[in-house]
């Protein structure tokens, strides 16, 4: 039996290793010029490969469907395949690093197990069903098989890995949900004056909560509170308490302490509290300016709207920085058509489809990467028969 596993990134080389290891007769077609161009990004080069809590709670689009490969294949079974190609693994809080901290390191390892058989710079084109397989349009040749895993990404990132090929599996049928940039940085009108400026906030969009650092940006918001909330911001209002571990009213009574200091302007009332550039914003938004005018002026009504403006800055989101600046494509081709115990087609028995490339996407903190191997080592065992 011959399978094609296509797209060497994170699912592919995972599908491929395990293909290795039950010395199945396979072919890993790659696009690019080299394999796991993406996965050498990934954690700012040290590659957050999986989290301690991995929980369908932290996955979106599809969930019910990843829940059974997660749940196979988590973070236990996980430790256990890269130890065993010999990449021990070590937790940094809740996030899961290779114990190297280097993605080259999960690249290399992960070549090597699969036997560096990878065929770059061959992208297939089409996909054509035949009585008891599949022919392959790789490159300029027909090549049939009789299994064929469809592991090709999704559309963010396009630089690191081609921008998805979903129409491989549209053309046969199977439907593709409306796609958005996940994990991203947000637009929002009234940063441009903050241009780099950072600080441990804690952020509120409706429900949901994060902290941590932000970074504002001329064009928006930046930082890992804020890519965790990008995949529903868009159209909704983010609202920054930039001093969590004050209260309102300690705010309140700092400031009107401040006043007594009579020798002090505006230019100065957060000097040693809060970043020059936002507190001079925080003016400009209770209507306080100008900066020239003495502390002492400053009426409780204009404290009180002062210490409101610390604990609930707001941006209205305009747009994502799109998908060349995403780390993940929210939605993808519809889990609906396959069976989430075996990753095949209902539709063409034969086709197996693993990670970025279906509707289903993680929060920031390895929750991606778990799930393109998770459904790589299931899709890859279930085309050779086998099941965990
Ligand atoms: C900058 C950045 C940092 C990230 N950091 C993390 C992190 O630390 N932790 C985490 O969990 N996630 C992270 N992610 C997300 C994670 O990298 C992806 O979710 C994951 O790589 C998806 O794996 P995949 O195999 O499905 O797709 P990819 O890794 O994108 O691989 C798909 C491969 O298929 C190839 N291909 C596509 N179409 C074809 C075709 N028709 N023929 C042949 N080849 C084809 C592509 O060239 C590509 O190599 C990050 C993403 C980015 C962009």
């Avoid at 011959?2 to 990134?9: E, H, N, P, S, W």
């Avoid at 022919?135 to 559309?155: E, P």
């Avoid at 002492?296 to 305009?318: C, H, P, Y």
């Amino acid at each position: 039996m011959k399978i094609a596993v296509v797209g060497a990134g994170a699912a592919g080389l995972v599908a491929a290793s395990v293909l290795k290891m039950k010395n199945a007769d396979f072919t890993l077609y790659e696009r690019s010029a080299r394999a796991g161009k993406k996965l050498l990004a990934t954690g700012n080069g040290r590659c957050n490969i999986t989290n301690l809590c991995i929980d369908k709670s932290r996955y979106h689009g599809d969930n019910d469907f990843s829940e059974y490969a997660l749940s196979r294949f988590g973070y236990f079974e996980l430790k256990t395949f890269f130890e065993s190609i010999g990449v021990p693994l070590k937790a940094e809080g809740d996030k899961v690093y290779p114990y190297s901290l280097q993605a080259s390191s999960v690249l290399d390892m992960l070549r090597f197990a699969e036997g560096m058989c990878e065929i770059c710079d061959t992208e297939i084109t089409k996909i054509t069903p035949k009585k008891n397989g599949f022919v392959l349009k790789a490159g300029d040749k027909d090549v049939f098989f009789d299994k064929v895993i469809l592991c090709c990404g999704g559309k963010a990132a396009p630089n690191l890995s081609g921008g998805g090929a979903y129409d491989l599996l549209t053309d046969l049928g199977h439907k593709l949900t409306a796609l958005k940039p996940a994990i991203v940085q947000l637009k929002c009108d009234g940063t441009k004056a903050l241009d780099g400026v950072k600080i441990d906030a804690a952020i509120k969009m409706e429900k949901r909560c994060e902290e941590g650092e932000v970074l504002f940006t001329s064009y928006g918001l930046s930082g890992p509170p804020i890519l965790q909330l990008s995949r529903d911001a868009k159209g909704k209002t983010v609202s920054l308490d930039l001093t969590p571990e004050l209260s309102y009213t300690e705010i309140v009574n700092m400031l009107s302490e401040k006043r007594k200091l009579t020798y002090l302007t505006l230019e100065n009332l957060f000097t040693g509290f809060l970043n020059k550039k936002l507190g001079r914003e925080i003016l400009k938004r209770c209507d306080c300016l100008p900066m020239g005018r003495e502390i002492k002026t400053l009426t409780d009504k204009e404290i009180k709207s002062l210490a409101s403006v610390i604990k609930g800055m707001e941006f209205l989101i305009t747009d994502t920085n799109g998908f060349a600046n995403a780390q993940v494509t929210a939605g993808g081709i519809s889990c609906r058509d396959f069976n989430r115990e075996t990753m095949e087609s209902k539709l063409h028995p034969g086709i197996f489809a693993a990670g970025e490339m279906l509707d289903v996407d993680g929060d920031c903190g390895g929750f991606n990467l778990q799930w393109a191997f998770s459904s790589a080592y299931l899709a890859a065992l279930s085309a050779i028969g086998e099941n965990i």
